[in-house]
């Protein structure tokens, strides 16, 4: 049984959590609202620190990994990997999320699957 939120779901809830630690949230690009892929790109004070995939697990279960560019990568190179990864997949959802504690965020989010 598929014990996931649906896509549009799941961005509200996590914008919401940023936005309740004193971050902002946005959706950069809306897929499908009940299974598109989601990535997050995470900022501090508009400072590339991560982007975090949602994906599925060999044992079914669904979790986020780090993906792309590095913490502190250029903004063209941020761009250009996100612009790729929207050609690749219309459905998926990509969030920015800035956060005052991307570290802990980021910690938080890949240990809870």
């Not at 809830?13 to 609202?33: M, S």
């Not at 990535?39 to 669904?62: F, K, M």
């Not at 590095?70 to 790729?84: M, R």
């Not at 050609?87 to 938080?108: G, K, N, V």
Request: glycine share 8%; proline share 6%.
């Amino acid at each position: 049984m598929d014990d996931r939120l649906p896509a549009n779901i799941e961005a509200t809830a996590l914008i919401r959590q940023v936005e309740a630690a004193g971050g902002f949230g946005t959706i950069i690009k809306r897929g499908y609202p009940d299974r598109g892929a989601l990535i997050l790109l995470v900022t501090r004070r508009g400072n590339h620190c991560a982007c975090l995939e949602r994906t599925l697990a060999p044992n079914g279960s669904y979790r986020w990994l780090q993906v792309g560019p590095q913490a502190g990568s250029d903004p063209a190179e941020l761009a250009d990997w996100s612009q790729k990864r929207v050609r690749f997949d219309e459905d998926l959802w990509l969030i920015e999320l800035d956060t005052p504690d991307p570290e802990r965020f980021i910690a938080e989010t890949t240990a809870e699957g």
